[in-house]
């Protein structure tokens, strides 16, 4: 399997260069250039989600042998690092409605799928590309990455890692989160904005060049753990096809059955991974897109207008106040029939007039897969409030965007085919909206969020993360918060290059 740019398709990479790069030198993402083998789903029957993956995995890493694929995976997802043994357990709430967790890992967010496996990737990569550089990891996050990137790579040996968040953008344990964060090679900084302000300073560090030479006469190389890495994205597609697996393996649904997933969706990334299961065989009826308040998302699929030029919200599910969603450029690719010159005019029109307009063809193809709305706070909370009524089931915000978007789908389209709605983070890491969803605000509006998390463990008899569960004892580490300008300067700094 080799790999080009979005933006250009004459330079033919391998995986483990890519994965290295992270984003192409033209701004690009890098995506296969081989159309994809169609699984048959029975060759998953009664397999692990550490079988499922290393299949997967071996299709798209051509370059990696068999023992470098598998030693990742047993590595990555060993009971020291996932609380559940199936990784990504399914839940039934009911007959054609299901929960798929994907908050086991050590940060107790669906990021840990991929950021546990890709420090393995990476350093196969540094190995097959016989790399001399140190590997430098710039990331963005809008609260759930940086951390499970933070935790994936600390302490390994040629690779620092620094990662930006928006200083009034993530919820208060996240952020706790990042700034006790251990390791000899990290670092983090608050950057003064939101989300985009932090990823657009990280891609233009990226973009660079002077900057990058420089780093790169210093031994220096930069690379991303974002979800433009195709690392990140890699790993994903593999829950997709657990989740239907194992409700086949549970007579819920026969074989070949076409089913739906609601996504809570930001970046892209998770729902993207989805489009790339189902090009792969895997019997995908919709891909339900659920965003929150801030739904540049939700306009586009329904219009093919993407428009950035409006102001992003805070919400209670902070991890999707994005209105930059980075993946789109690699759907965008697969369903114009990779054609490059069409994304470079539409990622040239985002960069200088924040917003392009497809061609209805385009919008048709992805209208035939995709669906979308969102949910405002109130409605996410109304969310929370009514899954736990009826399931007696806790959810976190995010999700409960995907809940919430799920009944409207069902409501305008009519269709009850069974679903699965992805469970992006542990209801524990946005306690102080969960609690205010389900009891008399009032009642706790004095409480901390960390004061929360022993709250909501009494009052709905669940069991808090153990990697949450001290956090009001870390050290804080990392205390910096700096204007999106001086995001060079802070790399600098904490290279010594200064």
């Keep these: 399997m080799k790999y080009y740019?979005?933006?250009?398709?004459?330079?033919?990479?391998?995986?483990?260069?890519?994965?290295?790069?992270?984003?192409?030198?033209?701004?690009?993402?890098?995506?296969?250039?081989?159309?994809?083998?169609?699984?048959?789903?029975?060759?998953?029957?009664?397999?692990?989600?550490?079988?499922?993956?290393k299949t997967i995995f071996k299709i798209f890493l051509s370059d990696y042998d068999e023992l470098e694929i598998s030693d990742a995976i047993t590595s990555a997802y060993g009971i020291e690092n996932f609380d559940h043994p199936e990784i990504t357990p399914l839940h039934k709430l009911k007959t054609g409605l299901y929960v798929l967790e994907l908050w086991h890992g050590p940060t107790s967010a669906f990021k840990d799928i991929a950021l546990?496996?890709?420090?393995?990737?990476?350093?196969?990569?540094?190995?097959?590309?016989?790399?001399?550089?140190?590997?430098?990891?710039?990331?963005?996050?809008?609260?759930?990455?940086?951390?499970?990137?933070?935790?994936?790579?600390?302490?390994?040996?040629?690779?620092?890692?620094?990662?930006?968040?928006?200083?009034?953008?993530v919820s208060e344990v996240q952020r706790?989160?990042?700034?006790?964060?251990?390791g000899n090679n990290v670092n983090v900084a608050a950057v003064k904005g939101n989300f985009d302000d932090a990823q657009n300073g990280v891609k233009a560090i990226f973009g660079n060049q002077q900057l990058v030479k420089m780093l790169?006469?210093?031994?220096?190389?930069?690379?991303?753990?974002?979800?433009?890495?195709?690392g990140r994205l890699l790993p994903q597609i593999v829950y997709y096809f657990y989740a239907y697996a194992k409700l086949l393996s549970n007579e819920e649904i026969r074989d070949g059955e076409k089913i739906n997933f609601a996504v809570p969706t930001g970046n892209f990334g998770n729902i993207l991974a989805g489009y790339y299961a189902r090009e792969l065989g895997l019997?995908?009826?919709?891909l339900i897109c659920a965003a929150?308040?801030?739904?540049v998302l939700t306009d586009f699929i329904n219009s093919g207008h993407y428009n950035r030029n409006r102001k992003l919200k805070p919400s209670i599910s902070p991890?999707?106040?994005?209105?930059?969603?980075?993946?789109?450029?690699?759907?965008?690719?697969?369903?114009?029939?990779?054609?490059?010159?069409?994304?470079?005019?539409?990622?040239?029109?985002?960069?200088?007039?924040?917003?392009?307009?497809?061609?209805?063809?385009?919008?048709?193809?992805i209208h035939d897969i995709f669906w979308s709305d969102f949910a405002d706070d109130n409605e996410t909370k109304k969310s929370i409030a009514s899954v736990y009524e009826e399931y007696n089931y806790l959810i976190d915000t995010h999700t409960a965007v995907g809940s919430c978007v799920l009944n409207k789908y069902r409501e305008t389209e009519k269709d009850q085919s069974k679903t699965v709605i992805l469970s992006t983070a542990s209801p524990y890491k946005f306690t102080g909206s969960v609690a205010g969803a389900l009891f008399v605000k009032e009642t706790y509006e004095n409480y901390s969020e960390l004061e929360l998390l022993k709250v909501l463990s009494k009052k709905t008899a669940t069991n808090i993360p153990a990697n949450l569960s001290n956090l009001d004892t870390k050290t804080i580490r990392h205390k910096q918060v700096i204007e999106r300008d001086a995001m060079p300067n802070h790399l600098l700094d904490f290279l010594k290059l200064t």
């Design 292 to 295: 929150n308040i801030n739904n």
């Design 216 to 230: 790169k006469a210093k031994g220096y190389r930069l690379t991303s753990a974002n979800s433009i890495n195709w």
């Design 5 to 53: 740019s979005t933006r250009n398709q004459i330079n033919y990479l391998t995986a483990a260069q890519v994965i290295k790069e992270g984003l192409s030198p033209d701004g690009g993402l890098y995506v296969p250039s081989e159309k994809l083998p169609v699984l048959p789903i029975n060759i998953f029957t009664g397999n692990s989600y550490i079988d499922m993956a």
């Design 176 to 182: 706790l989160q990042m700034i006790t964060q251990e």
């Design 319 to 365: 991890s999707m106040d994005i209105l930059i969603s980075s993946n789109l450029e690699r759907l965008l690719f697969e369903i114009t029939g990779h054609d490059s010159e069409k994304i470079k005019y539409w990622m040239d029109s985002l960069a200088k007039d924040g917003q392009y307009k497809i061609d209805n063809q385009t919008q048709r193809l």
């Design 283 to 286: 019997p995908v009826n919709r």
């Design 116 to 169: 546990q496996v890709l420090p393995y990737l990476l350093r196969t990569a540094i190995k097959v590309t016989r790399e001399k550089s140190e590997l430098v990891i710039l990331t963005a996050t809008s609260g759930d990455t940086g951390k499970s990137a933070l935790e994936g790579f600390k302490d390994i040996p040629g690779i620092k890692i620094v990662v930006y968040y928006p200083a009034r953008g």
